[in-house]
């Protein structure tokens, strides 16, 4: 269905792009009251079946879709995108919103204050659809690390809908909300959009505000978009991104509109394809997808040319030392002090940090702290995280190298279509393992997106192609992924979207 | 890479995690099993590359030194386990001797 093509009501209108419902509240052919109360009713149909939420907000959402349409009656839509509402993983703060992080440690916490991403969506007038699931503090691939239940994969409710941003991811793809908002630290947005057929774009390190975004390794987090659409991605990226003084990393140069020049085609295009990605490990039916998605790149005029990532075999031990290493630093301010849960307040005071801790913590939260303890304390800093920040150099020195000689790179996004619940559960470092070919790009900092690609005939489950640009290279990362998404034709279309 | 179960008991004690036995087992189990993993760098020889924290290059960032809005103590402490008299409450931090 496309914009345009019958009256804007039920089904259709949930199914709809940001891009088109946009143009739709601008002709005045649509109100975000209506839109909103449509979206409200999709989530009531479907969210027990993929539970998604943690927490809605539907009166704030329907209030503020009301000031949607009092500024666009007046002639002062606050945005193109004014009235379009949006969903945040519960890891963005939200004023007078719980938010959790997915962790029974703040559970009943409401912040105080508003995420940067949050503050400027709310500028540009997205009602706010409520908070979504996710891997408890973001850790994890699946959402089944969430305190409190999975969400499971619209595609097939059997299977995870990936993570750690799978409720944002889980949200889009069955139709709730037309965009959401998530993190990758290591693939978190990618992974899932990859998983659920959803478009996942992570922005340059620093270029959108990490002020607000609970902290989980702060070198290598930044909040990304999931979207059903290329154009989207790109639009909601530019509502966020920009420099932030709240935020010592956020980059001081002002973004551009990467919308500007999206539809330019990538005729002479040079794309690398990672030599020693051999597809080891990776099912059939996403080789199969991947292989026809670089045809699909020649066909459309883009040259490809294998470049060489030694450094790459190492992105898997380096990141799983630097994220916990992060981790636990930051998650020490979960003590039971200042917000949250505390256990044995009748104590002393470590205790009262250690109970707190550990009963409000998840397995693989704990796991992560003692990883990211051990490799910082005293005897093991060189051996390990010492290590692991000069082959972040090695993996950063590869990139630089590559992109002498090609604009972009491509790859899988997973190695996988979404697996079942509790496949992987029980073994944490297989889970760790399925991030390969993602975190590379958190150690480096370039932008990445996962676009889908088809579905795989192993199982009719939806396919992820990576595209990664250079450092603020934005613009030619959504410019080949939009290329790559008309000329195949599956979002939008029937057989990209579940049935549900 | 085998963790024994002293080292888990000293890296739980510096993260202030009061794992119970069972975890502690689990993790010692775990930790081996990742550490295995990830410790194959520590065989590669890395001398003379300059290690990396942070993908961009990181500047002081100042601002000007003005009083501004901040939050008030009431909303500070609103969502605190335990105030009393404006302040945050936590229990015997010294031992009495």
Redesign the interface.
Known sequence: MTAGSGPPSGDGLVWRTATELARLLASGELSSVELTGALIERSDAVDPGINAYLHRTDELALEAAGAADARRSRGEAASPFDGVPVAYKDIFVTRGVPTTCGSKILE???P??DATVVERCHGAGLPMLGKTNLDQFAMGSSTENSGFFPSRNPWDTGRVPGGSSGGSAAAVAAGAVPWAWGTDTGGSVRQPGGLCGLVGAKP???RISRYGMIAFAS?LDQASPLTRSVEDAAALMAIAAGHD?CD??S?PSPAENYLDGIDGGIEGLRFGIIKEFTGEGSQPGVRARVDDAYTRLEKLGATLQEVSMPSFQ?G???Y??IAPAEA?SNL?RF????????VA???????????T??EG?G?EV??R???G???L?AGFYD??Y?????????I?QDLRRAYESVDLIVCPTSPTTAFKLGERTDD??AM?LSDVYTVPFN???NPAVSVPCGLSSDDGLPVGLQIVAK?LDEKTMFRAAYAFEKDLGFAGSPEGRPRL | MD?DSG??D???R???????DE?REQ?RA??S???E??????A?D?DG????????R?LN?A?PDEVRPS?SQE??L?????AENGR?K????I?EA
């Open positions: 009943g916490w409401v105080p204050y340059t390190y620093g070198s003084p010592s990393t980059i190492h898997i031990p380096a799983y030392l636990s020490a003590d039971g002090v200042r917000y949250g849960s505390r307040g009748d104590t002393n005071i470590v205790t009262m940090n250690s109970m801790r550990d913590f397995a704990k796991r702290i003692m990883i303890t051990y490799a304390s051996a390990y010492g290590k692991a920040q000069r082959v972040r150099t090695l950063i944490p470092l760790y150690l480096s900092g450092t | 963790i080292t888990v000293y890296v739980a510096l993260a202030r995690l009061a794992l119970s975890e993790m775990e930790l099993d990742i550490l993993h990830a410790g194959r760098i520590r590669l890395l590359v300059e290690p990396t924290s942070h993908p961009v990181l960032v601002r939050l909303e500070a609103a969502c605190a386990p335990a945050f936590v229990p015997r931090i031992e």
